[in-house]
């Protein structure tokens, strides 16, 4: 406990160091660019590690439970994680409900790139809960919200103008998604097409660094490994083939699209959702966030 004091209490000293060494605004945003591309590549490996042992604790120990207790045990084990994450969005940090990648999208346009400590903390913490006890959800998203949401604070640590928190939250986005994927590349590609819109040559450079200092501090850490294992190389052996694969694009796009139709057609029905309990009661404090988890 002592040694987190210790660190909590130099780094607002280390901040001051800085930003006294730094008066210029620009170097600022150099220096807390490459800062950030660092903590960025930590948090996202801190944040895959939690899942990695939440995991082991939680749902893998629900499945490897003996006899046919492992049926119950593992159907009962994301219920209570629903519930718990459930409750922490409803009356904790309602602002980390989402995916992720949207809700930055939406700080980035209408924010300034604001992404609160809360917010941040919460998004590490509900979803390494809800993903470890077994929800079939990703940790891409989550990892871009909390990767913005670091560089969010950073920049507010370094008294930057509101005009360059915007930027800050593009370089925390290139960061997550190169954590994420292991793809620093795409991540350059992915925050220019879908956070920043155009190929703005001021957010390019910081986005690029944050990219490449992510990834390297995710392949220093976790190695490297692919992120998606295809048990066997697809070749094309027959010209024929790309009828079918044509066929599977179409296909897979309708099955996409009635996915996430049907996905917010559920979501809005949920939040109608008001089940009389009693003196029908409309407002349910337990069990409703397991089911409704925004």
């Known amino acids: 406990m002592s040694c987190w004091q210790g660190i909590a209490s130099y780094w607002p000293r280390f901040l001051a160091w800085v930003i006294r060494r730094l008066p210029n605004e620009q170097q600022r945003l150099l220096a807390f660019t490459i800062l950030a591309g660092g903590l960025c590549g930590l948090a996202a490996v801190a944040f895959h590690l939690s899942i990695g042992w939440l995991e082991k604790l939680l749902i893998n120990r629900a499945n490897a439970a003996p006899g046919h207790s492992w049926i119950f045990w593992t159907i ?7 519930l718990m994450v459930g409750l922490g969005l409803t009356y904790w940090a309602p602002a980390a409900a989402g995916s992720g990648i949207p809700q930055v999208k939406v700080a980035f346009a209408l924010r300034s790139g604001l992404i609160s400590v809360r917010e941040t903390i919460g998004k590490f913490v509900l979803c390494a809960l809800q993903i470890g006890s077994g929800a079939s959800l990703g940790l891409e998203g989550p ?57 703005d040559q001021t957010m390019l450079s910081g986005v690029i660094v944050a990219a490449a200092l992510a990834a390297v501090v995710e392949h220093s ?37 009635a996915f996430t139709d049907s996905l917010l057609w559920l979501r809005v029905r949920f939040k109608e959702f008001t089940p009389c309990l009693g003196g029908c009661i409309r407002h349910w404090v337990v069990w409703r966030p397991a089911l409704w988890q925004r």
């Open 143 to 199: 990892t871009v919200q909390i990767c913005a949401g670091v560089s969010s604070m950073l920049a507010r640590a370094a008294r930057l103008n509101p005009q360059f928190h915007r930027r800050m939250a593009s370089v925390g986005m290139a960061a997550g998604i190169a954590a994420a994927f292991n793809a620093p590349i795409a991540a350059i590609t992915f925050t220019l097409e879908e956070l920043i819109g155009d190929l």
């Open 76 to 82: 009962l084990t994301p219920g209570i994680g629903g």
């Open 221 to 257: 850490i976790l190695g490297s490994r692919p992120v998606f294992h295809v048990p066997r190389p697809y070749v094309l052996g027959n010209s024929s083939s790309l009828i079918w694969y044509a066929l599977l694009g179409v296909l897979a796009a309708l099955v996409s699209i």
